[in-house]
């Protein structure tokens, strides 16, 4: 049974940083392609960022770049979104997601605010 559960999100003040952590268990981790999305309020659920299975190949949504870095450990079973210079545009639910089984964690709130 797939599961992905997120966790690191919480309320931040803009500029500062977070480090979000999907661990993933029921599949072949190594070999799976992951992504992280987001959903803000009101709005459709997005794609921002994306990792190969050895990690070598990398997307990001244009709206991320420079400020969100995907990573992940294999030995671990856990795929990384590192967020920095955070903006109230970013707040949302962000979710790890594993298209080969078509499988979404429960996401973990991030809210930026001063």
């Known amino acids: 049974q797939v599961q992905l559960v997120e966790s690191g999100g919480g309320l931040v003040q803009p500029g500062e940083s977070l480090r979000l952590s999907c661990a993933a268990s029921g599949f072949t981790f190594s070999i799976s392609a992951m992504n992280w999305y987001r959903q803000a309020p009101g709005k459709e659920r997005e794609l921002v960022a994306g990792?190969?299975?050895?990690?070598?190949?990398?997307y990001y949504a244009d709206s991320v770049k420079g400020r969100f870095t995907i990573s992940r450990d294999n030995a671990k079973n856990t795929v990384y979104l590192q967020i920095n210079t955070l903006k109230p545009d970013d707040t949302a639910v962000y979710y790890c997601?594993?298209?080969?089984?078509?499988?979404w964690g429960q996401g973990t709130q991030v809210t930026v605010s001063s």
């Open positions: 997601f594993v298209p080969q089984f078509n499988s």
């Open positions: 990792i190969s299975s050895t990690g070598s190949n990398f």
